[in-house]
């Protein structure tokens, strides 16, 4: 029983920390806004259409991303999210031109939300009733730290 509630707190910490890299790439622009339209040559209006196309991709993914949870493996979702939002991240850093950087956001928002919100909210359901409290407690103290 003992074993099971260590697995259980570290596999939340994986989610965590997982969940607080990937939603901080992902929501890189809106802290760094002046910084990304000087040194990637976008306008105002260029990065307001670029959050527009995160925001409008992720209010469309939303809904089928509790479908897809519940019909794939929980480890490869959070693997693969994690892996592919990383490499959106490399090629985010190369100053790529406008049209590149919609269609990174459109696969952040696929990553984020599809692939990776819904399975962190599953997490939840891991835990017993008595410890449901903590656990979720502790995942967002974590992903919050990160």
């Not at 029983?1 to 596999?11: G, K, V």
């Not at 994690?82 to 049209?99: D, E, H, K």
């Not at 950087?101 to 399975?119: D, E, H, P």
Request: aromatic letters at 14%; glycine letters at 8%.
């Amino acid at each position: 029983m003992q074993h099971n509630s260590y697995r259980r707190w570290i596999t939340l910490a994986i989610i965590s920390f997982s969940g607080g890299v990937s939603f901080d790439l992902a929501y890189l622009r809106y802290i760094y806004q002046i910084p990304m339209a000087k040194f990637m040559g976008f306008s105002n209006t260029e990065i307001g259409l670029i959050m527009s196309t995160f925001g409008i991709a992720a209010i469309i993914l939303y809904a089928p991303s509790g479908v897809i949870a519940d019909k794939f493996s929980h480890r490869k979702m959070i693997t693969s999210a994690m892996i592919i939002t990383g490499l959106l991240g490399l090629l985010m850093a190369t100053y790529p031109p406008l049209w590149v950087m919609l269609c990174i956001q459109v696969a952040f928002a696929i990553t984020t939300i599809l692939m990776l919100w819904s399975v962190s909210i599953k997490a939840r359901c891991w835990a017993i009733i008595v410890s449901k409290g903590k656990l979720w407690a502790g995942w967002k103290g974590c992903a919050a730290s990160v």
